[in-house]
């Protein structure tokens, strides 16, 4: 059974970073893709990144490029999205999710039987 566990949400001031982490289980991390998520309030949800289960490098959207990144630990099985230079409008409910439809090098998108993590809150706020 596929199950991703997110954690590293919180609380952090505008300039500042955060790690998120989600951990799989049911399957490696090398094997599937796997994208970040986030709904802010009032918002639809938007894609940030992906990591490809065939290609080295992850995408990214341009309103996070250069500012997040996305990295896999095959021994830990996780999956991380490093999140830095945080401005308050970077404030939502994220998740990782696997497999995706497809992660390319030009986008990525949901698949309808998509596993999800939690969500956890990351406020930017001071």
């Known amino acids: 059974q596929v199950q991703l566990v997110e954690s590293g949400g919180g609380l952090v001031q505008p300039g500042g970073s955060l790690r998120l982490s989600c951990a799989a289980s049911?399957?490696?991390?090398?094997?599937?893709?796997i994208g970040w998520f986030r709904q802010a309030p009032g918002k639809e949800r938007e894609g940030g990144s992906c990591?490809?289960?065939?290609?080295?490098?992850?995408f990214y959207v341009d309103s996070v490029k250069g500012r997040f990144t996305t990295s896999r630990d095959s021994t830990k099985n996780i999956v991380y999205l490093q999140m830095n230079s945080l401005p308050p409008e970077d404030t939502a409910v994220y998740y990782c999710?696997?497999?995706?439809?497809?992660?390319?090098?030009?986008?990525?998108?949901?698949?309808?039987?998509?596993?999800w993590g939690q969500g956890p809150q990351v406020t930017v706020s001071s």
């Open positions: 049911g399957f490696n991390v090398t094997d599937y893709d």
């Open positions: 999710a696997t497999p995706l439809s497809y992660c390319t090098a030009s986008g990525f998108t949901p698949g309808s039987g998509d596993s």
């Open positions: 990591i490809s289960s065939t290609r080295r490098s992850p």
